[in-house]
């Protein structure tokens, strides 16, 4: 069934008084999302999405991650309760799990859809889409087609793609559940880059404890049947981030409060 | 090799076709069977030679026929799914008229067309019938299986309904086009020719199938085999055509046109 809703406002820039970073960017107010089949995702959430930062959201299977992004991005609506954003809406880029890549155009064309749905011409975008390109790593493969492209090449250009409008604000979807752990790792520190350098805001929907600790400065971890919230853990620790923090006290101990939060979460006995 | 695996690929079916027709041409001369009960393969290709300007004549009325109900059944077909596609009400109302068309066997169509019809209109009507139904189903099905987070995708920008149309759903579809046009041009060279034999058997016609009516009549079996053997000719033509085109257009991209890596 199609979600979306029918009315066509027009994308507002961020606009107004600027936010100073941790502010909320967005609120979920008491939102619950019940589907057609009866399945409640949420159930009365209330969630900030604050400037600036690294928000994770952690929790096993069913608890609501990927609706919270479908809701923010207004690919759906909530049955009840409200979605507020403090200065207009802005522009949103989405990463989903698959590359979700049209196989039939080039990396160029796919990176430079976001630009046609906004009127921009072909020569004019050429730069804006080369850019993007160039920041992922894949300046040279503009007239590649995804087949000849590997797994995490085409993520990479599924975030060129989510990226070359340039939007305050990045919704992911278990981008890297799909790669292998090499890749993963790679594009973890290439993510965080990429974040510093547009200063985007960033909500990243996981399963993995480390990976959130990784990039992170704050893990909310949810539980299911309903959705909702139940730990929220700032990671005090400045972005980006090297290697070598997988290997301090303070990641362990990170990782080790967050795993029992997601243990709770989902009803085993905490490991302490 | 790559060589040698071409050179199998094609010498095999070539000498096996060329065995067979040696044996055919062998056996009608050793048990001297009458030629109008089965022409040897060499009486047939004298009588192709011999009564080519007929035989080609009628092949460009087939062949004509074929391509214009095609042509007809391709714009129809397509602008019908695209229309499917953007509302499912005409789709519901439409589409079992769209089904009763295509289970109704066209040899069953066609004495009712002529009498309603001259007789090549009434032959294109038939070609057109069969030709249609198949690009139609074909491309609709594409149409409906754009991939859903591409959809998903396009929602977030705000696509308008025809720019998922045009920029997603079309080129999504085309693969499937591809497959429906190549059931549908055989089908159209199909349509045509039983619509022909039905109008032949009345005294009516002029294309190929024509030609194999009137021989018939006439007992002369060599022009019918040699008439045959044209059509066979002109639906291997068809299908190369068709496939080649797919191939053209989908080789840099889709799965069904590609190689596997070794």
């Known amino acids: 069934m199609n979600e979306t809703s029918t009315t066509r406002e027009a994308v507002v820039p961020l606009s107004g008084a600027a936010l100073t970073p941790g502010d909320a960017l967005v609120s ?37 991650k990927s609706t919270i992004l479908r809701l923010i991005s207004r690919l759906t609506n909530p049955t009840s309760g409200q979605i507020e954003w403090r200065s207009g809406r802005p522009e949103i880029g989405f990463v989903f799990q698959e590359p979700t890549l049209m196989p039939w155009a080039t990396v160029f064309s796919n990176v430079f859809l976001p630009l046609r749905f906004r009127g921009v011409s072909r020569a004019k975008a050429k730069k804006k889409v080369q850019d993007a390109l160039d920041s992922v790593g894949l300046g040279k493969f503009a007239n590649a087609y995804p087949r000849e492209l590997s797994g995490g090449m085409k993520m990479r250009v599924s975030i060129a793609r989510a990226l070359v409008l340039r939007p305050p604000l990045l919704l992911m979807d278990e981008p890297f559940a799909a790669l292998d752990e090499i890749t993963r790792l790679k594009l973890n520190d290439e993510l965080v880059q990429l974040k510093c350098a547009l200063g985007a805001t960033i909500v990243f929907v996981t399963h993995s404890v480390y990976e959130s600790v990784y990039l992170s400065t704050r893990i909310v971890v949810m539980a299911p049947r309903p959705g909702r919230v139940v730990a929220e853990i700032p990671i005090e620790a400045p972005l980006p981030r090297a290697e070598e923090f997988r290997l301090g006290a303070f990641y362990a101990q990170k990782c080790r409060e967050t795993s029992a939060a997601l243990h709770g979460a989902m009803g085993d006995k905490a490991i302490s | ?137 074909n491309t609709a099905l594409g149409l409906a299986s754009a991939d859903h987070n591409l959809i998903d995708l396009f929602d977030l920008y705000r696509a308008s309904r025809w720019q998922q149309l045009l920029w997603l759903r079309v080129p999504s579809a085309l693969p499937y086009f591809l497959g429906g046009l190549r059931i549908g041009g055989g089908l159209a060279l199909i349509g045509a020719i039983v619509a022909e034999i039905a109008a032949g058997s009345a005294g009516q016609g002029a294309g190929l199938a024509y030609r194999i009516v009137e021989s018939g009549f006439r007992l002369n079996i060599p022009r019918m085999f040699a008439a045959l053997l044209l059509i066979s000719v002109a639906g291997i033509l068809i299908f190369l055509l068709f496939t080649a085109l797919s191939h053209v257009l989908l080789r840099r991209w889709h799965d069904s046109a590609r190689g596997r890596e070794a």
């Open chain 2, 1 to 137: 090799m790559a060589i040698r695996d071409r050179l199998v690929e094609f010498v095999l079916p070539a000498s096996a076709l060329i065995l067979a027709l040696l044996a055919w041409e062998f056996i009608v001369w050793y048990a001297a069977i009458p030629t109008y009960v089965l022409p040897a393969p060499s009486l047939i290709l004298k009588t192709l030679y011999v009564d080519w300007d007929t035989l080609f004549a009628s092949l460009l009325v087939t062949l004509h026929i074929t391509f214009e109900a095609l042509f007809v059944a391709i714009m129809g077909g397509v602008a019908l799914a695209m229309l499917f596609a953007q509302s499912r009400i005409i789709e519901r109302a439409f589409f079992p008229f769209a089904v009763v068309m295509q289970v109704t066997p066209i040899i069953s169509i066609a004495p009712l067309l002529l009498v309603y019809l001259s007789t090549s209109t009434a032959v294109l009507v038939c070609a057109f019938l069969v030709a249609f139904f198949p690009i139609l189903s």
């Open chain 1, 28 to 64: 979920l107010r008491s939102v619950s999302k019940t589907f057609a089949n009866s399945v409640t995702a949420l159930a009365g959430l209330n969630l900030d999405v604050r400037e600036g930062e690294f928000l994770s959201l952690l929790g096993p299977s069913g608890c609501g």
